[in-house]
């Protein structure tokens, strides 16, 4: 178990490879042990499938060369060596070459795998323009007239209908097309994925002119996102003849719109990409989105004429291998400045433009927040101030009230009463004690008789009645009540039933998780989007601040603004920045446990290949046991505890694509089901003791 869980395919990915071979014009036997080479280097890295450049045997050059028979010839001889070679490499091999089938000749893509041909894919769509003039040499494959054929003695599946499913992985089912295939309105692939194909392998030569690189990434980006699959893209790179084109060797392997590598352009010498395809996680997108089952019945005629071919590979899963994928530590948070920049824009404009529209349906110009001094609230308050300004309305608009409690420390009780004065809302103060002792009198409740009783009725005496506070507030001032919950904080039921990190009248925090609230804040302090330069100081404190609900008396009430208060909400229920990985994995694709843990350690451990938020952030590691024992907490409070907390939440405005947990849209679920099989998984996963090494 222990090998097996630090395996790649054990956990539904697969390793695939395109190579990009130094060539020879009409030399097979050169371009062939090119091919052996790369082959060999794939099989090395525990590739399961790689891909070679369109007539990689003879080269996409030789023009009306094809013709002669010594070149034809020689490119058998050379698949005949390939195919020995490929007896003792664990892993299916994808060549291009010219084919004769009946008197016509056809630019075929070949798959191999254990000393036998698979079988053979003829190009459909032959491009006769431009620089090119296919159709001078070859015959489009729906001029064939047979469906198989007979290579070497064996009789083979030929034609553009073939799926090729690696039996012991069978998510992994891969179609091939060539070139011209993919730049058409309907690809081939297409009806393929409709069929079940999750990895769609492109042979091209593809010379280069300025600007085709851009367009090759939109064409494969989109091809692979439409499909929901992994994309392969070879190209053409050096010794192909420069006599009218140049080549680049580009190729790209995508996954569901997402780059995943990229070779070298313009390189002296033969070379290979990886990548590690996520099978499972192509396979739920399917499965959630039901208009993918819908079109492939639309297209039944064309999916039905699909063949399965099947076939072991001896893949190495018993032995350790390192996901090489990189995991971004932060799923809701993109790494790369630019694109986070861009993320939070996003983010905050739903946001905002969801609350104005509920404004304006509902005719208030008013609304009640409490300010914390928190996270939470601090990013709401920022929403509600750029609702009033698109509005056109007065800041004071917005009735901010900070209520101090028992706990309230003195640090977040400035940062309340300095961030009130930033945004420039209507900022006032209710000491909440009074009223809580009261309430705790009317309980009985042994703290109104001077003993230091902090138990769950106590904080949540202090919670309730700030929500009372709040909701009769704006029945008094004809405004509503803005929530400040995060997703993370229902994910975990970290939040009082019926109280304001639970109940409003509109949540906007409702789908934006805790890491990304944190940078959502550092961005608005940073572009100055609300509050003016000067003032955003008060911003990076709150940033700065120990997370925590503040409900328990303790050294941050009589140790001034830099003491540690009694109570960390991250030593009670894990760290957010882990908890939002599990959540994200779970929510979204639906991961196994020992999946989602597995993705963790390559992400989270020393030498991880997941990556920070450029500029900011703790460098925080986390060993198997640490991810394991803050997983199993995130497995219990979030299948087993707080289901009933979720089915009752206010409106707001799902704002990614990593979720919600709102009855009405991605997250339906009973209130009283168990985790038992969840913690189960769990179980199985190795101590870190166990672990590989490093």
């Known amino acids: 178990m222990t090998s097996r869980f630090f395996n790649l395919y054990s956990h539904h990915f697969a390793r695939v490879a395109v190579a990009i071979p130094r060539i020879r014009v009409a030399d097979p036997a050169y371009n062939v042990e090119q091919t052996i080479k790369l082959a060999q280097q794939a099989a090395s890295e525990g590739a ?3 891909a070679f450049p369109e007539l990689g045997l003879s ?17 058998l001889e050379g698949l005949q060596t390939i195919l020995a070679a490929s007896r003792s490499l664990p892993l299916a091999i994808v060549i291009g070459m010219p084919l004769r089938v009946n008197h016509m000749l056809f630019n075929c893509a070949v798959a191999i795998a254990g000393g036998r041909v698979l079988g053979v894919v003829p190009k459909s769509y032959l491009p006769n323009y431009g620089e090119f003039y296919e159709s001078r040499q070859f015959t489009p494959a729906d001029c064939a007239s047979v469906d198989q054929i007979d290579l070497f003695g064996e009789t083979v599946p030929f034609g553009v209908n073939l799926l090729f ?33 999750t990895v769609l392998v492109n042979l091209s030569a593809s010379n280069v002119v300025v600007g085709k690189s851009g367009y090759r990434h939109q064409l494969v980006a989109q091809q692979s996102a439409r499909c929901m699959a992994a994309y392969l893209y070879t190209s053409a790179g050096r010794g192909e003849s420069t006599t009218d084109m140049a080549w680049d060797g580009q190729s790209l392997i995508y996954e ?17 990409i990886f990548a590690d395809v996520d099978l499972e996680r192509l396979s739920t997108e399917r499965m959630k989105a039901t208009t993918f089952a819908q079109s492939a019945r639309r297209h039944a005629a064309e999916v039905a004429a699909f063949r399965v071919v099947r076939f072991d590979l001896a893949l190495p899963v018993e032995h350790t291998m390192p996901l090489a994928r990189g995991i971004e530590r932060f799923p809701y948070v993109p790494a790369d400045r630019a694109r986070r920049d861009e993320r939070c824009t996003e983010v905050y404009n739903i946001q905002v433009q969801a609350l ?16 914390s001094g928190g996270l939470d609230s601090t990013h709401a308050l920022l929403v509600c101030a750029k609702v009033m300004d698109r509005l056109k309305l007065p800041r004071t608009n917005i009735l901010a009230y900070t209520m101090p409690g028992f706990a309230t420390s003195e640090r977040t009780l400035k940062q ?12 006032q103060e209710i000491d909440i004690r009074p009223s809580c002792i009261q309430m705790l009198k009317d309980l009985g409740h042994p703290y109104s008789e001077g003993t230091p009783d902090y138990d769950i009725t106590f904080e949540n005496v202090q919670a309730g009645e700030r929500t009372n506070h709040l909701f009769r507030l704006a029945n008094f001032h004809n405004g509503i009540v803005i929530g400040t919950g995060d997703l993370s904080e229902l994910a975990l039921g970290w939040c009082t039933y019926g109280v304001g990190d639970h109940m409003s009248h509109y949540n906007v925090n409702a789908s934006v998780p805790k890491t990304l609230i944190s940078y959502l804040v550092r961005w608005v302090a940073e572009t100055g989007t609300v509050v003016a330069e000067g003032q955003s100081q008060v911003l990076i404190d709150i940033l700065d601040t120990e997370i925590s609900p503040e409900l328990v008396p303790g050294g941050a009430v009589s140790h001034g603004t830099d003491a540690k208060p009694a109570q960390s909400t991250q030593e009670r229920i894990g760290p957010y920045e882990l908890q939002d990985f599990n959540l994200f994995y779970t929510l979204r694709y639906g991961f196994k446990p020992s999946k989602v843990a597995f993705m963790a350690y390559s992400a989270w451990h020393d030498n991880a290949a997941g990556r920070w938020p450029d500029e900011t952030g703790t460098r925080n590691q986390y060993d198997l046991d640490a991810i394991k024992r803050n997983l199993s907490i995130f497995l219990f409070r979030f299948f087993k505890t707080s289901q009933f907390k979720r089915s009752c939440v206010p409106n707001g405005p799902k704002v990614g694509n990593g979720g919600s947990l709102s009855p009405r849209g991605d997250w339906r679920a009973p209130s009283d089901s168990e985790a038992t099989v969840w913690l189960d998984d769990l179980a199985n996963i190795p101590d870190s003791s166990k672990g590989p090494p490093p």
């Open 356 to 371: 104005i529209q509920r404004l304006a349906s509902s005719g208030i110009q008013k609304v009640v927040i409490g300010v």
């Open 59 to 75: 080269a996409y050059t030789c023009d009306d060369l094809f013709h002669q028979r010594a070149l034809l010839d020689a490119c």
């Open 165 to 197: 499913e690696v039996a012991n992985l069978p998510l992994l089912r891969f179609h091939l097309e060539i070139c011209e295939d993919v730049w058409v309105p309907v690809p081939p692939s297409s009806f393929a994925a409709l069929a079940g194909a």
């Open 416 to 427: 309340a009463r300095d961030l009130m004065a930033a945004v420039g809302c209507s900022a």
């Open 48 to 50: 399961a499938l790689v």
């Open 256 to 272: 569901k719109g997402e780059l995943l590598a990229e070779s070298e352009r313009f390189s002296d010498e033969s070379h290979i």
